[in-house]
């Protein structure tokens, strides 16, 4: 790094000296030959988590509704059983699931997968 009296000199000698500006041909930037013979091994992104998420319905409260909300209180959602929920990984729309019971426990058995480009189903049998 340039210190503030070698900088003034710099500038100095810039001042008294003709400048010339010439353009500059970069070569045009294109992907390496190597770049497509990379590849990544599917277990190289095996121990990568995701946050997956089902959204089961939706409700809309008042505030005071929320603040009685306590252990054993139920909250009426918009969907009713037996429909389908969305799955989501990372927030991103994965598919549709219709949601089972595994002992005490809920689970989501898959139904439809999106495509990757669009959100029209690809129809996916388990």
Do not use: C, W
């Not at 000698?13 to 045009?28: C, G, L």
């Not at 929920?85 to 058995?109: D, H, K, M, S, T």
């Amino acid at each position: 790094m340039m210190k503030e009296e070698e900088l003034k000199e710099f500038l100095n000698r810039m001042q008294e000296s003709e400048t010339s500006i010439n353009k500059v041909d970069f070569p045009s930037f294109d992907r390496a030959p190597f770049m497509d013979k990379m590849r990544v091994s599917v277990h190289y992104l095996e121990n990568i988590q995701v946050n997956i998420t089902a959204e089961l319905g939706a409700s809309v409260m008042k505030i005071r509704d929320i603040i009685k909300i306590g252990e054993d209180s139920v909250i009426e959602l918009d969907q009713p059983v037996g429909e389908t929920a969305e799955i989501y990984v990372n927030n991103q729309p994965l598919g549709r699931g219709e949601i089972v019971v595994i002992g005490n426990n809920f689970g989501i058995r898959m139904e439809t997968i999106y495509k990757k480009e669009e959100n029209d189903p690809v129809v996916s049998e388990p």
